[in-house]
């Protein structure tokens, strides 16, 4: 049954967290086992709804799997080829990387263009040139694309927008291919380093992964690895803006303090005190900020997925703030939400100004997993202490693991009732 997440506000977060894997590795990692012909373990998954339906998806290959306690084995030694023009490839945006995953194994895939947040309309063009230019025929046919390839040839694919998803999913395609595959504009995010570091701990021959130039040498065949997942620093990221937001104290463990650099330049600049230790980072809230403007770019600049938590943070600066997306065009389905709560927000064009305004509770809706992770902070952030419910919560468990569980060992007053 769908729950609402209610929170009550004027609470300061205070203690420690522990962050898990992260989902955007996660979710192309565990795609990623079906290249191997032997079992990969998969160390420090996180335990959210995607990889799930992950797992869901590779009992329908035939792929045995086993979840204990964060240690997800994956047995890909006997998958069988199935097409998946529908079900729970619809549930969530990163199946686009079994595309690239079957066509390496078997030389053939069939998936449902994806579902997941559809904030703005996010087109896999990129991917799809890819392929092609490995030697795949791609046809979209009722909703699902087709691909099927005689054989795999590396080529040089030089990719229009420097898509994560693409990088990642040539990769996982040319790491099987004839030949070298040598891919230009390719996403620098960390998590791109995570899905090669576990392809060659599989016998791939990847380098240049977290440059903006990766060369694949393709192998015959591929073996089990044991991998521990990269830190989350979304949601590391996400705690850090909420400690701030409500003048806190938190210390964030498990996470690589470089891939936070962005953010904590933010948060230092609006006046939170931050420090860093080698696997930690301590923040200092405030009780009152400095007006900023942030741009959020590709790795290693200020990560749109905390654009929508930090439209929250700002509302607590003095003055005017102006945040803009120069990755998606209009990702702001927070901010009408956000003015139910009092906010004074105007959107204009790819940016959001953000006046200094006091939040108050109020009903209001995610409408995906990072526009909820704004509206919960936000919620925290209320002065009153006023109650405010959030419905779509589905779409935080996406990427939030025992949130409930973690906010309220923070000091947090936050519970779920049925919506
Ligand atoms: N784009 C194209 N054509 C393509 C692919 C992308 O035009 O073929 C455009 C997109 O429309 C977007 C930009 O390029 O404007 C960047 O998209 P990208 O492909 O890099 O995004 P993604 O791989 O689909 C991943 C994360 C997102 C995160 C983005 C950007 C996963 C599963 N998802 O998406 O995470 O926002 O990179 O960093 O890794 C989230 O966690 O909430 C989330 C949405």
């Not at 945006?93 to 997941?116: D, T, W």
């Not at 004839?178 to 230009?184: F, L």
């Not at 090669?196 to 694949?216: E, P, V």
């Not at 009903?363 to 909820?372: N, W």
Request: glycine share 10%.
């Amino acid at each position: 049954m769908a729950q609402k997440l209610m929170i009550a506000g004027n609470r300061a977060l205070r203690g420690t967290i522990t962050i898990s894997g992260a989902k955007n590795s996660a979710v192309a990692l565990i795609p990623a086992a079906l290249l191997a012909e032997t079992p990969v373990v998969l160390d420090n998954l996180p335990d959210i709804s995607d990889v799930k339906i992950y797992t869901e998806l590779l009992e329908e290959l035939g792929v045995g799997v086993q979840n204990v306690d964060g240690a997800m084995t994956i047995d890909p030694s006997r998958p069988v080829w199935t097409p998946l023009p529908n079900g729970n490839v619809k549930k969530l945006r990163a199946s686009y990387y079994l595309m690239g995953a079957l066509l390496g194994r078997f030389g053939k895939a069939v998936i449902g263009l994806p579902g997941g947040c559809n904030f703005e309309p996010r087109p896999i063009d990129q991917h799809v040139k890819g392929f092609e230019a490995l030697g795949a025929r791609v046809t979209n046919e009722h909703g699902a694309l087709h691909i099927f390839a005689k054989e795999l040839v590396g080529a040089k694919i030089y990719l229009d927008v420097a898509s994560v998803g693409a990088t990642i999913n040539i990769m996982l395609a040319a790491s099987r291919a004839k030949g070298t595959t040598m891919i230009e504009n390719a996403a620098k995010e960390p998590e791109i380093i995570d899905v090669a570091t576990i392809l060659n701990n599989m016998g791939a021959r990847i380098k240049g992964a977290g440059t903006d130039t990766i060369r694949i040498e393709g192998v015959d065949s591929m073996k089990g690895c044991r991998h521990s997942i990269i830190p989350d620093r979304i949601q590391a990221g996400t705690y850090m803006i909420a400690a701030a937001a409500t003048a806190g104290d938190v210390l964030v463990d498990n996470v690589i303090p470089k891939h936070m650099e962005a953010l904590s330049a933010k948060l230092q600049e609006m006046g939170a005190h931050i420090y860093e230790m080698d696997e930690s980072i301590r923040v200092v809230g405030q009780q009152e900020y400095s007006n900023i403007d942030v741009k959020a770019l590709v790795y290693p600049g200020f990560a749109t997925d905390l654009q929508s938590p930090m439209t929250s943070l700002l509302t607590k600066a003095r003055g005017l703030s102006i945040l803009s997306d120069y990755v998606y065009n209009n990702r702001f389905k927070h901010v009408p939400e956000l003015q139910r709560m009092g906010a004074k927000i105007r959107v204009e064009g790819r940016s959001a100004i953000i006046e200094g305004s006091t939040l108050n509770g109020a009903k209001v809706k995610a409408t995906d997993l990072r526009a909820g992770a704004a509206l919960f902070i936000a919620g925290l952030m209320v002065p009153t202490g006023e109650v405010t419910e959030i419905a779509g919560y589905e779409y935080v468990q996406r990427g939030y693991d025992n949130l409930v569980e973690n906010l309220t060992a923070l000091g947090a007053e936050v519970w779920t009732e049925p919506e």
